[in-house]
C-alpha cells in the first residue's frame, strides 16, 4: 500500500507538471538491479539542482516556465549521465544505466601512475582545486537526533522525605519517554570569509523544528512536582551537599523555587524572560551557523581533521579498486584504511585529470572516544559519512553534499547522595537526605544533512557589508508538513520524518 500511495502521488505530480506547475517529483534507480541510487545530482539545463535522498528520491522546485528546450540531467559516480526534456518526463521512476570502463581508453587518457604519485598528485593540487575565495552558498540543512533511554533504573535507599519514595521515583521513571526524536531544518545562505578567522553569517530563509512538544509539558510538570515537595520540606536558607562515590559538591538553592506565582508575574521576571527569548532567538541562528560551518572543517580539506587522509597519508594503506565515470571524467575508486592508530577507513573517489577528490565515504574503525571512569561512560562507537564535491562556475571544486551520522552512548552507575544542611538553625545542621543507586544508559543517534545549491565567489567587501537578522525563531511543527517546503528546493525527507506526529 505504501509503495502505491508513493506511485499515485508521483503520478499525479508529474501529471500536473504538464499543466504548467513547477514540480518534478520521482525515484531514481539502477537499470540493472533496480536498487535505489542516493546522492544522485538531478539539475535544470545544468545549473544549479537537487540531490536524491538515500532512497534515491527527489523533488526539484523550478521557478521559470518551460521551453522545449529545458532538460531535466541526471548524474551520478559510476552511472551513465541521462539527459531528458522535461516536458517529456512522465514517469515516477528514472532508471540509470551503469558505466562501463575500457580501461585502456583510461590508460590512454592518463598516465598509468602509482599509488604514492596519485597521493602526492592529490595533496600538491588541494590550494588549486578547492576554492578558497570568500564564498557565498545557499544550502538546505537537516538534523535528525534520536534518543534511546536503554536503562533507566533508579534505588531509593534511604530517605527523610516521605513523597521522595520509591513508588515517586517509579512512578517518574515510567512517565518518561523512552524514545524522542527532533529534526531541526533550514533552508538559508552561508556567507563565508575562507582566508581570515572571520566567523560565517547565515541568512536563513526558511526554518523549521519538529518535535514533540509534550516531551517539554510533561519535563515541566514533573519539575512542579519536585518543586512542590521541596517547598514543603526545605528551608529558604538551606544549601545542599552532594555526594556521588568519592566525590562531594556544596550547593546553593535556587532562589526561584521559593517564588510565589505573584513574584513571577512581576515586571522583573517578565524582562528576564523576553532576555531569555531573544538569547534563545540569537543562539538558534548562532549554533546552527557554527553546526553548518564547522561540517566542511570536519572534511579532509582542514589539516586539523581527524580525517587527515590527505595531510597525513603516510598513516594510511591505499589501494587503487578500480576506475568510475562521472560527467565524462574518469575517476580513480580507492580505498584507504589506517596503518596504526588513525580513526578511518573508506573510498574515495579522484579525478583522473586534476587530482580533485569528488567524492569521500568513510566509517570508523575503533571508538571514537571510549571512557569509564567512576561509573561514568561515553561511548562514542559510531561515525559515517559521505562528502561530495562539485565543480563550480569558477572552474575550481565546491561542497555539494555532506552527511555525517554520529552516534553515543552515555552511562550513570553509582550512587548519589543529596544532604540539605542548614547553619542558622539550633542543633546539627543536616536536615534531611535522600540517596540511591542510580544506574541509566542513553543511546543518541544524530545525523547531520547538507546539500549546496549554489556556490558563487564573492568579496570580502560584500561578506563585510551583509549584516545577519539577529532574531530568527524556526517554525515549531508537532508532526510533518508536507506544504511547509512547498515551492523550495530541500533534500526528501525519509519515512520516518514523514510518519513523525506529536502524541495527542
Not at 383 to 395: H, L, M, P, S, V
Request: proline residues 3%.
Amino acid at each position: 500500500m505504501k509503495h502505491l500511495y508513493f506511485s499515485l502521488l508521483l503520478f499525479f505530480g508529474i501529471i500536473n507538471l504538464s499543466h504548467a506547475q513547477d514540480l518534478i517529483a520521482a525515484k531514481i534507480i539502477d537499470s540493472i538491479t533496480q536498487n535505489p541510487i542516493p546522492y544522485a545530482t538531478i539539475s535544470l539545463n545544468n545549473t544549479s539542482g537537487v540531490i536524491s535522498n538515500d532512497f534515491g528520491v527527489f523533488h526539484l522546485n523550478i521557478k521559470k516556465k518551460f521551453t522545449k528546450s529545458d532538460s531535466l540531467f541526471i548524474s551520478c559516480l559510476g552511472y551513465e549521465t541521462k539527459q531528458l526534456s522535461i516536458k517529456s518526463v512522465t514517469d515516477s521512476i528514472i532508471s540509470l544505466s551503469p558505466k562501463s570502463i575500457d580501461l585502456d581508453e583510461v590508460l590512454i587518457s592518463n598516465k598509468n601512475y602509482s599509488m604514492d604519485e596519485i597521493i602526492d598528485f592529490i595533496k600538491d593540487s588541494l590550494p588549486t582545486n578547492y576554492s578558497h575565495d570568500p564564498q557565498k552558498s545557499k544550502l538546505f540543512f537537516r538534523q535528525s537526533y534520536h534518543s534511546n533511554i536503554v536503562k533507566n533504573n533508579v534505588v531509593i535507599e534511604k530517605t527523610t522525605i516521605p513523597e521522595f519514595n520509591q513508588n515517586f521515583i517509579d512512578s517518574i521513571l515510567r512517565v518518561l519517554p523512552k524514545k524522542s526524536s527532533n529534526y531541526t531544518e533550514i533552508l538559508g545562505v552561508l556567507y563565508k570569509n575562507n582566508d581570515t578567522d572571520a566567523i560565517s553569517k547565515l541568512d536563513i530563509i526558511k526554518a523549521s523544528e519538529l518535535y514533540d512538544k509534550n516531551n517539554e509539558i510533561d519535563s515541566e510538570k514533573l519539575e512542579e512536582k519536585f518543586n512542590a515537595i521541596a517547598r514543603k520540606h526545605i528551608k529558604r536558607d538551606s544549601y545542599f551537599k552532594i555526594k556521588s562515590g568519592w566525590f562531594g559538591t556544596k550547593t546553593e538553592i535556587d532562589s526561584s523555587l521559593f517564588e510565589t506565582p505573584e513574584e513571577k508575574e512581576s515586571v522583573a521576571y517578565l524582562e528576564a524572560k523576553k532576555k531569555e527569548e531573544k538569547e534563545r532567538k540569537e543562539n538558534f541562528i548562532k549554533y546552527r551557523k557554527i553546526t553548518i560551518s564547522n561540517l566542511e572543517n570536519k572534511g579532509f580539506l582542514n589539516e586539523d581533521s581527524n580525517l587527515n587522509i590527505i595531510h597525513k597519508s603516510n598513516r594510511y594503506e591505499f589501494e587503487l579498486l578500480d576506475y568510475a565515470f562521472l560527467n565524462g571524467n574518469f575517476v580513480y575508486k580507492i580505498a584507504f584504511k589506517p596503518k596504526r592508530g588513525e580513526d578511518y577507513k573508506g573510498t574515495m573517489y579522484v579525478n583522473t585529470d586534476d587530482f580533485a577528490i569528488i567524492r569521500l565515504d568513510y566509517e570508523n574503525v575503533k571508538a571514537l572516544r571510549d571512557f569509564s571512569l567512576l561509573g561514568v561512560s561515553v561511548n562514542h562507537y559510531l561515525q559515517r559519512g559521505t562528502i561530495i564535491y562539485e565543480k563550480n562556475k569558477a572552474d575550481t571544486y565546491g561542497l555539494k553534499y555532506f552527511e555525517i551520522v554520529d552516534g553515543e552512548s552515555v552511562g550513570i552507575k553509582r550512587p548519589l547522595k543529596i544532604i540539605e544542611k542548614n547553619k542558622n538553625v539550633k542543633g546539627r545542621r543536616k536536615q534531611n537526605e535522600v540517596s540511591a543507586n542510580i544506574n541509566l544508559k542513553i543511546t543518541n543517534i544524530n545525523k547531520k544533512e547538507l546539500v549546496v545549491f549554489e556556490n558563487d565567489n564573492i568579496t570580502k567587501e560584500t561578506f563585510n557589508n551583509f549584516k545577519e537578522k539577529a532574531a530568527i525563531k524556526p517554525t515549531y511543527l508537532p508532526h510533518y508538513d508536507p506544504d511547509f517546503w512547498e515551492g523550495y528546493n530541500v533534500i526528501e525527507p525519509n519515512q520516518a520524518i514523514k510518519n513523525f506526529k506529536s502524541i495527542e
